[in-house]
């Protein structure tokens, strides 16, 4: 079963409030809120305010990823805010840190994710696997919307699910960065099963169409 988490940061934020409700008609399954900070990736995006924002806007899922160095600072208070899921990178804090930010985020009782860029090896996460809820194989270069998925680190959301399959456990693995209905068959094969959907969905005349065709629901 695919699911569908619509990143806002391409959204028209002249009216969020229609753009949420739009994505949420179509058959989002939750929504994805990228915070950037301007060092962890060269682009700042947002934080609290419209975190709060989207909170009142929706009863969906908040599904956050945080593009943040040292993501432990702030955990705390998204998870406050109305996080339903918090996702960090491997990449943003040291090595030692990892297990105890994934159990800072699961002390409040939400959903736990670990992600890697397109060119840090997954095998990082392994170690991890049976404590989160969520990998997160980035796509793209973290940092901006719009951009074309590079094919090659699909063998690492085949390598993830295997290694996953191999301790039994029915994990969700996320993919973010230029999915959408041009790649969706090879996503799907790759054993992904939650689609990080910006552009194509917000830019698209009816996003129903474009989501329904990602679920095969016809
Ligand atoms: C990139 C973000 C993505 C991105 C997805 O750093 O994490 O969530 O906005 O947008 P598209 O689908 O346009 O690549
Ligand atoms: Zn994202």
Request: hydrophobic letters at 40%; one cysteine or more; proline letters at 6%.
């Amino acid at each position: 079963m695919i699911k569908i988490s619509p990143s806002i940061l391409n959204c028209d934020f002249s009216k969020l409030g229609y753009e949420i409700k739009r994505i949420e008609e179509a058959g989002a399954d939750m929504i994805h809120i990228d915070v950037m900070d301007g060092v962890f990736v060269p682009n700042i995006s947002f934080g609290f305010p419209v975190i709060d924002t989207v909170k009142k806007l929706t009863s969906l899922p908040l599904d956050v990823h945080l593009m943040i160095t040292e993501p432990q600072r702030y955990i705390d208070e998204f998870a406050q805010r109305g996080a339903d899921i918090i996702t960090f990178h491997t990449e943003s804090t040291s090595e030692k840190n990892i297990g105890d930010i994934i159990n800072q985020i699961k002390s409040h009782n939400i959903k736990a994710g670990l992600s890697v860029k397109p060119n840090t090896d997954e095998s990082v996460i392994i170690p991890y696997l049976p404590e989160l809820d969520m990998v997160l194989i980035m796509t793209v270069e973290p940092g901006f919307g719009g951009q074309k998925m590079m094919p090659f680190t699909l063998n690492k959301v085949k390598r993830i699910r295997d290694a996953a399959n191999k301790i039994g456990k029915d994990i969700d693995i996320q993919v973010d960065g230029g999915v959408g209905p041009t790649n969706h068959v090879e996503v799907k094969a790759s054993g992904a099963n939650v689609f990080v959907v910006g552009t194509a969905v917000f830019k698209a005349e009816n996003p129903a169409d474009v989501i329904n065709l990602i679920k095969e629901n016809f």
